[in-house]
Nanobody, 125 residues
Framework: QVQLVESGGGLVQAGGSLRLSCVASGDFKSINNMGWYRHAPGEQRELVASITSGGTTNYADFVKGRFTISRDNAKNTVYLQMNSLEPEDTAVYYC???????????????????WGQGTQVTVSS
Protein backbone atom coordinates (compact mmCIF):
# COMPACT_ATOMS: atom_id res chain seq x y z
CA GLN A 1 0.00 0.00 0.00
CA VAL A 2 0.88 3.68 -0.21
CA GLN A 3 0.36 6.29 2.49
CA LEU A 4 0.60 10.06 2.35
CA VAL A 5 0.68 11.96 5.63
CA GLU A 6 0.33 15.75 5.75
CA SER A 7 1.43 17.96 8.61
CA GLY A 8 2.01 21.63 9.34
CA GLY A 9 -1.51 22.99 9.26
CA GLY A 10 -2.93 25.19 11.97
CA LEU A 11 -4.36 28.57 12.89
CA VAL A 12 -2.54 31.68 11.74
CA GLN A 13 -3.37 35.37 11.47
CA ALA A 14 -3.75 37.05 8.11
CA GLY A 15 -0.36 37.93 6.69
CA GLY A 16 1.29 35.01 8.45
CA SER A 17 3.02 31.92 7.10
CA LEU A 18 2.75 28.16 7.35
CA ARG A 19 4.77 25.33 5.86
CA LEU A 20 2.96 22.14 4.99
CA SER A 21 4.76 18.83 4.57
CA CYS A 22 3.57 15.58 3.04
CA VAL A 23 5.56 12.38 3.43
CA ALA A 24 4.93 9.34 1.24
CA SER A 25 5.64 5.81 2.38
CA GLY A 26 4.81 2.28 1.36
CA ASP A 27 5.38 -0.03 -1.56
CA PHE A 28 6.16 1.88 -4.77
CA LYS A 29 8.94 2.24 -7.33
CA SER A 30 8.77 5.97 -7.97
CA ILE A 31 6.64 9.09 -7.65
CA ASN A 32 5.86 11.21 -10.70
CA ASN A 33 3.87 14.38 -10.16
CA MET A 34 2.98 15.54 -6.65
CA GLY A 35 0.55 18.26 -5.78
CA TRP A 36 -1.37 20.20 -3.18
CA TYR A 37 -5.11 20.75 -3.37
CA ARG A 38 -7.49 22.50 -1.03
CA HIS A 39 -11.16 22.15 -0.17
CA ALA A 40 -13.02 24.98 1.51
CA PRO A 41 -16.55 24.59 2.90
CA GLY A 42 -19.12 25.02 0.16
CA GLU A 43 -16.48 24.98 -2.55
CA GLN A 44 -15.06 22.35 -4.85
CA ARG A 45 -11.62 20.90 -4.28
CA GLU A 46 -9.11 22.94 -6.28
CA LEU A 47 -5.51 22.62 -7.32
CA VAL A 48 -3.10 24.86 -5.42
CA ALA A 49 0.24 23.80 -6.88
CA SER A 50 1.95 20.83 -8.46
CA ILE A 51 5.52 19.73 -9.10
CA THR A 52 7.02 17.09 -11.37
CA SER A 53 9.75 14.69 -10.35
CA GLY A 54 12.15 16.94 -12.20
CA GLY A 55 11.07 20.02 -10.27
CA THR A 56 8.86 21.79 -12.79
CA THR A 57 6.17 23.67 -10.90
CA ASN A 58 2.67 24.87 -11.65
CA TYR A 59 0.57 27.24 -9.53
CA ALA A 60 -3.02 28.35 -9.38
CA ASP A 61 -3.35 32.04 -10.16
CA PHE A 62 -4.67 32.81 -6.67
CA VAL A 63 -1.42 31.71 -4.98
CA LYS A 64 1.23 32.91 -7.42
CA GLY A 65 3.87 34.91 -5.62
CA ARG A 66 2.66 33.79 -2.19
CA PHE A 67 3.04 30.00 -2.11
CA THR A 68 6.02 27.86 -3.11
CA ILE A 69 5.91 24.12 -3.74
CA SER A 70 9.06 22.02 -3.48
CA ARG A 71 9.98 18.39 -3.02
CA ASP A 72 12.78 16.22 -1.68
CA ASN A 73 12.82 13.08 -3.80
CA ALA A 74 15.23 11.32 -1.45
CA LYS A 75 12.74 11.77 1.40
CA ASN A 76 9.61 11.19 -0.71
CA THR A 77 8.33 14.49 0.64
CA VAL A 78 6.57 17.46 -0.89
CA TYR A 79 6.31 20.85 0.80
CA LEU A 80 4.10 23.90 0.46
CA GLN A 81 5.47 27.14 1.86
CA MET A 82 2.56 29.53 2.30
CA ASN A 83 3.27 33.22 2.89
CA SER A 84 1.02 36.27 3.07
CA LEU A 85 -1.90 34.07 4.04
CA GLU A 86 -5.40 35.46 3.65
CA PRO A 87 -8.68 34.40 5.28
CA GLU A 88 -9.73 33.11 1.84
CA ASP A 89 -6.94 30.52 2.09
CA THR A 90 -8.80 28.78 4.91
CA ALA A 91 -9.42 25.18 3.82
CA VAL A 92 -8.39 21.59 4.29
CA TYR A 93 -5.21 21.06 2.30
CA TYR A 94 -4.54 17.70 0.70
CA CYS A 95 -1.45 16.35 -1.00
CA UNK A 96 -1.45 13.74 -3.71
CA UNK A 97 1.03 11.90 -5.82
CA UNK A 98 1.23 9.74 -8.92
CA UNK A 99 2.86 6.51 -7.79
CA UNK A 100 4.37 3.83 -9.99
CA UNK A 101 3.88 0.40 -8.47
CA UNK A 102 4.73 -3.16 -9.47
CA UNK A 103 1.74 -5.03 -10.85
CA UNK A 104 3.03 -8.60 -11.02
CA UNK A 105 6.05 -10.89 -10.65
CA UNK A 106 7.01 -10.25 -14.28
CA UNK A 107 7.75 -6.67 -13.32
CA UNK A 108 4.92 -4.92 -15.10
CA UNK A 109 4.07 -1.61 -13.50
CA UNK A 110 1.13 0.72 -13.30
CA UNK A 111 0.55 4.26 -12.10
CA UNK A 112 -2.07 5.33 -9.59
CA UNK A 113 -2.87 8.52 -7.69
CA UNK A 114 -3.03 8.44 -3.90
CA TRP A 115 -4.24 11.14 -1.51
CA GLY A 116 -3.38 12.16 2.01
CA GLN A 117 -5.97 12.64 4.75
CA GLY A 118 -5.70 16.43 4.72
CA THR A 119 -4.56 19.09 7.15
CA GLN A 120 -6.66 22.06 8.25
CA VAL A 121 -5.40 25.57 7.59
CA THR A 122 -7.34 28.40 9.20
CA VAL A 123 -6.45 32.04 8.61
CA SER A 124 -8.05 34.59 10.91
CA SER A 125 -8.64 38.20 9.89
Amino acid sequence: QVQLVESGGGLVQAGGSLRLSCVASGDFKSINNMGWYRHAPGEQRELVASITSGGTTNYADFVKGRFTISRDNAKNTVYLQMNSLEPEDTAVYYCNGQFRRVANVEGATYERVYWGQGTQVTVSS
